[in-house]
C-alpha cells in the first residue's frame, strides 16, 4: 500500500553515502559523510510574492513547519529515485492539520507523455549565503526555471532544454507540463564532453560511436529528467523497493 504522504526526490539527494564521488568537485567532504551522519526532515516555507526566476533577489523565507521523515529510505533499484515517509502517527496528523490550515495540495501526476516542444517548468531551490555575521550556511529559497521538451531516448530517458543549466539543488525537483501537472522529476544535466576522453570525435568510419558522440555534444547541458510514469509506478510499490539502513521505519497506514 502507497504511503499516505510521499516525499519523492533523486537518491543521489536524500542518499549522498551512496554516491561518494559526485559531489567531488564542489564538496569533496561529502564523500566522508556515511548514513547515521544524514537527517531529512519536510519543511514548509512561506515567502512573499510569487517563486523568484533566474538572477531575482529573495528574502530569507519563514519556515512554518519542519518535521522529521523516517531514517531509512526507500530507493529504486534501477533509477535514481528516493522516497521518504513522515516519521510516526503524530507528525502524520501535524502534516494533515497543516494541509487543512494552508490549503496544501500534493502535486497531480500527468498520465501522459509529454508533447515535442512542450513548455516545461523546472521547480527546485537554490543555496544562497546568509546574513553578515551568520554563522550558519545560509539558506535555500525555491527557484524556477522554464525550458521546453526535447525528447526520449530508447531506453525511455526523457530530455529537456532549459533557459539556463540548472544548478544542483534542482536535482530531484517536480518538472512541470502545459497542463500544471508534474511530468517527471529532475534527474541531472547531461555533462558537456569538454573533457576527459571523450572530448575528441571518434573516427567517422565508427559510425555507431560518432553517432551517439554526436549526441552527446548535442544534449550538453540539457536536462535529464524522470517520467512521470516511471515516478507513479515507483510510489506504488514501496513493497518492492529496497530499504537503506538496518531498521525497518513504522508502519505506513
Not at 544524514?38 to 517563486?51: A, C, D, K, M
Not at 521538451?149 to 526523457?158: L, P, T
Request: proline letters at 9%; a negative charge.
Amino acid at each position: 500500500m502507497p504511503p499516505s504522504l510521499a516525499v519523492v526526490t533523486c537518491q543521489h539527494v536524500a542518499c549522498p553515502w551512496l554516491f561518494p564521488r559526485y559531489f567531488a568537485n564542489k564538496w569533496d567532504w561529502l564523500q566522508f559523510v556515511s548514513e547515521e551522519f544524514v537527517q531529512h526532515s519536510l519543511q514548509l516555507l512561506s515567502f512573499e510574492g510569487p517563486i523568484p526566476q533566474a538572477g531575482s533577489a529573495v528574502a530569507k523565507p519563514e519556515v512554518l513547519l519542519d518535521l522529521p521523515l523516517v531514517p531509512q529510505v526507500h530507493i529504486h533499484s534501477e533509477r535514481d529515485l528516493a522516497l521518504l515517509t513522515l516519521d510516526g502517527a503524530a507528525d502524520r496528523k501535524i502534516w494533515e492539520q497543516a494541509v487543512s490550515e494552508f490549503g496544501l495540495q500534493s502535486l497531480a501526476l500527468q498520465s501522459g507523455s509529454c508533447s515535442q516542444g512542450e513548455p516545461l517548468l523546472f521547480s527546485g531551490h537554490r543555496q544562497l549565503p546568509g546574513d553578515e555575521g551568520d554563522e550558519g550556511e545560509g539558506f535555500q529559497a525555491p527557484k524556477a526555471v522554464a525550458g521546453h521538451f526535447v525528447g526520449r531516448s530508447a531506453r525511455g530517458q526523457e530530455f529537456a532544454w532549459s533557459r539556463e543549466v540548472l544548478e544542483e539543488g534542482m536535482c530531484g525537483g517536480a518538472v512541470f507540463g502545459s497542463t500544471g501537472e508534474c511530468v517527471g522529476i529532475v534527474e541531472g544535466i547531461v555533462p558537456p564532453l569538454d573533457e576527459g576522453p571523450d572530448a575528441s570525435p571518434p573516427p567517422e568510419e565508427d559510425r555507431e560511436a560518432f553517432a551517439s558522440w554526436q549526441m552527446k555534444q548535442a544534449l550538453a547541458n540539457h536536462v535529464a529528467f524522470i517520467p512521470s510514469s516511471e515516478v507513479r509506478a515507483f510510489i506504488a510499490q514501496p513493497d518492492d523497493l529496497l530499504l537503506t539502513g538496518m531498521d525497518l521505519p513504522p508502519n505506513i497506514e
